[in-house]
């Protein structure tokens, strides 16, 4: 582990980590320590490893499990486990605990296999995939109560929105905005901000896409990375699935899925606008403050953590907020001020 580790920033500290988790695997006799390998990394400061099950408990447990290194000072390991106790409440399919470790950052979790959404999507099984996010989805916003998950507010949409001026205008595109162009800025953020901040809350997974839904044979999706749910905007998620940063569908398609899900949700009762021009229009607002973060939280994942994995996925999300901001009037200006940055911003080589 520690050769591939060794260009890192932290790797002394990884390395302790990792000396910790071995030795806690250790007591609890479920799985065969030296069976541990990489299962993935995140776009945060969580690592995953897949161990062997000792083979009396494969039966029980399943032939491997994986263990989660959260290192406490950085994520919120108790958040993780009450958002999956609410996903499995919900009949969502979630990783069950097998051992906790809250002090130290480690959990011991069920495998839910290596085939992402995003691995397996094609237009074939594209309908038959979105119909069980879908439903996953639909089950876990009926269970929504108040007062149970933080919540999505204005301070929370603000802080959001204003991670793309600082990493994608100013770090990534090295363009200083000046006070024009920072009002009209401002004024779309606060069109974007009324939109969401108006509309029905749920339970929301925040980052419910193709490369957390795990493709299983029963129970699909396997839901993974949730200890960021909150209270907030009833579009939220079906924008981050169907807008998805990583992989991107014709507008008819994504269209008709937002209809059925509309259709689905008023059936089962769930507070979706009931005008589905209005609701479009709700989406598309919402998916446009989620990927305005995108923009910057890539940037700053490269530019500050080290991370350059998501600065290829720039021009479809870059793609998404233009064909929205063009869509609407109280939008344009937003379109406006990206041909303006983008026109000022020295020659290094950026293509969107």
Excluded at 105 to 133: I, K, P, V, W
Excluded at 260 to 282: C, E, H, M, T
Excluded at 313 to 338: F, G, I, S
Aim: glycine share 4%.
């Amino acid at each position: 582990m520690s050769s591939s580790s060794q260009h890192l920033p932290t790797a002394l500290d990884k390395d302790a980590r990792l000396a910790r988790l071995t030795a806690w695997l250790g007591t609890l006799d479920l799985v065969e320590v030296g069976s541990l390998r990489p299962a993935s990394s995140d776009a945060s400061f969580r690592r995953y490893f897949r161990l062997d099950v000792v083979p009396a408990l494969r039966a029980k447990l399943g032939d491997t499990l994986i263990a989660m290194d959260a290192p406490p000072e950085r994520e919120n390991v108790p958040a993780f486990i009450h958002v999956d106790g609410l996903l499995f409440d919900a009949g969502v399919t979630v990783p069950a605990i097998a051992a906790r470790d809250v002090d130290n950052g480690f959990l011991l979790l069920s495998d839910l296999g290596t085939t992402t959404y995003l691995q397996r999507l094609d237009a074939d099984n594209a309908n038959f995939m979105y119909s069980d996010a879908v439903d996953a989805l639909i089950k876990f916003q009926l269970a929504s109560q108040p007062g149970v998950l933080p919540e999505f507010d204005r301070a929370f949409v603000m802080r959001e929105l204003n991670i793309f001026p600082e990493w994608f205008v100013e770090r990534h595109l090295g363009v200083t905005i000046d006070e024009a162009q920072r009002a009209q800025l401002d004024k779309v953020f606060e069109a974007i901000a009324a939109n969401v901040l108006a509309q029905q809350q749920v339970f929301m997974h925040r980052d419910f896409h193709s490369r957390n839904l795990m493709f299983l044979d029963q129970g699909n999706p396997g839901v993974l990375d949730f200890q960021d749910a909150v209270y907030g905007p009833v579009t939220y998620d079906l924008a981050s699935l169907l807008r998805d940063a990583y992989i991107q569908w014709d507008e008819e398609f994504v269209l008709d899925w937002v209809v059925r899900y509309w259709q689905s949700a008023k059936q089962v009762g769930l507070p979706v606008n009931p005008d589905i021009d209005a609701f479009y229009r709700d989406f598309e607002y919402m998916a446009l403050q989620r990927h305005l973060k995108i923009l910057g939280i890539f940037c700053r994942l490269n530019y500050r953590d080290g991370k350059p994995i998501y600065m290829g996925d720039l021009p479809t999300v870059m793609d998404y907020v233009r064909k929205t901001a063009n869509r609407y009037t109280e939008l344009k200006p937003l379109a406006r001020l990206l041909d303006s940055f983008e026109d000022k911003a020295p020659s290094v080589g950026y293509t969107f």
